[in-house]
């Protein structure tokens, strides 16, 4: 299924404004700091409440650390999804107002990926987002599994999951990486602008991306750095 395209601008192309309101541009903005300041705090809570759980829940060490595991686990599946199927959402002939759609959520990113304010989610998506997944892990966990003592460490690790996804998405275009691990997650994303766009979904892990057959069995020619002209 064809794709919508969006090609990637040079440095030396000014800053795309995606509202003519200021007060709205000023949410498509985020400093990478900020999800640290509004998730932490969160993640904490959920922690603190798992860990001094009464006694009786059964949550030992082990169970906990296995359910925040399995909120990790869960995330970097999530992750995958939401980049391949919403954000690169691929309608057979898109309309101009969901071409419009699909740019503001993401094609910005593809057009202008060495913009540092539009690397991160703003909180004023990802907030609404939060509650409608603990909302589907509520009713999973709690109301299907009868296990509420789970929900906290899997929230708990979800989120920790998604905050790592931001602050990796934000190194892997702005920041050195460092080891192995690091410069080959550097490398996956920036295959995926700047050689294969329809493949290489995973930010945080690659796992995804096997299990599912986006990820080249052949080494892609190499990519561009981020910060290089395009054009």
Same mark, same amino acid.
């Given at each position: 299924?064809?794709?919508?395209?969006?090609?990637?601008?040079?440095?030396?192309?000014?800053?795309?404004?995606?509202?003519?309101?200021?007060?709205?541009?000023?949410? /498509?903005?985020?400093?990478?700091?900020?999800?640290?300041?509004?998730?932490?705090?969160?993640?904490?809570?959920?922690?603190?409440?798992?860990?001094?759980?009464?006694?009786?829940?059964?949550?030992?060490?082990?169970?906990?650390?296995?359910?925040?595991?399995?909120?990790?686990?869960?995330? /970097?599946?999530?992750?995958?999804?939401?980049?391949?199927?919403?954000?690169?959402?691929?309608?057979?002939?898109?309309?101009?107002?969901?071409?419009?759609?699909?740019?503001?959520?993401?094609?910005?990113?593809?057009?202008?990926?060495?913009?540092?304010?539009?690397?991160?989610?703003?909180?004023?998506?990802?907030?609404?987002?939060?509650?409608?997944?603990?909302?589907?892990?509520?009713?999973?966990?709690?109301?299907?599994?009868?296990?509420?003592?789970?929900?906290?460490?899997?929230?708990?690790?979800?989120?920790?999951?998604?905050?790592?996804?931001?602050?990796?998405?934000?190194?892997?275009?702005?920041?050195?990486?460092?080891?192995?691990?690091?410069?080959?997650?550097?490398?996956?994303?920036?295959?995926?602008?700047?050689?294969?766009?329809?493949?290489?979904?995973?930010?945080?892990?690659?796992?995804?991306?096997?299990?599912?057959?986006?990820?080249?069995?052949?080494?892609?020619?190499?990519?561009?750095?981020?910060?290089?002209?395009?054009?």
């Amino acid at each position: 299924m064809p794709r919508v395209k969006f090609e990637p601008q040079s440095r030396r192309e000014p800053r795309i404004r995606l509202f003519q309101a200021d007060w709205l541009e000023v949410f /498509t903005r985020v400093h990478p700091l900020v999800v640290v300041v509004v998730w932490l705090p969160v993640i904490a809570w959920f922690l603190a409440a798992a860990v001094g759980a009464p006694p009786a829940t059964g949550m030992t060490g082990l169970r906990l650390a296995v359910a925040f595991a399995a909120g990790l686990l869960v995330w /970097t599946l999530v992750e995958y999804v939401l980049h391949r199927f919403v954000f690169h959402f691929a309608p057979r002939e898109p309309a101009p107002w969901l071409r419009r759609l699909v740019f503001l959520f993401h094609g910005i990113h593809h057009v202008q990926p060495w913009d540092p304010a539009r690397l991160v989610m703003p909180p004023v998506v990802s907030i609404p987002l939060a509650v409608l997944f603990y909302l589907l892990f509520d009713a999973v966990i709690v109301g299907l599994l009868a296990a509420p003592a789970w929900l906290a460490p899997v929230f708990a690790g979800f989120l920790s999951g998604y905050l790592v996804y931001d602050l990796l998405h934000y190194a892997t275009h702005h920041l050195p990486m460092p080891g192995a691990i690091g410069k080959r997650l550097k490398r996956h994303h920036l295959l995926h602008h700047h050689a294969t766009p329809d493949q290489r979904f995973g930010v945080t892990s690659p796992l995804w991306d096997a299990v599912f057959g986006t990820l080249p069995a052949a080494p892609a020619p190499p990519g561009r750095d981020a910060h290089s002209p395009s054009r």
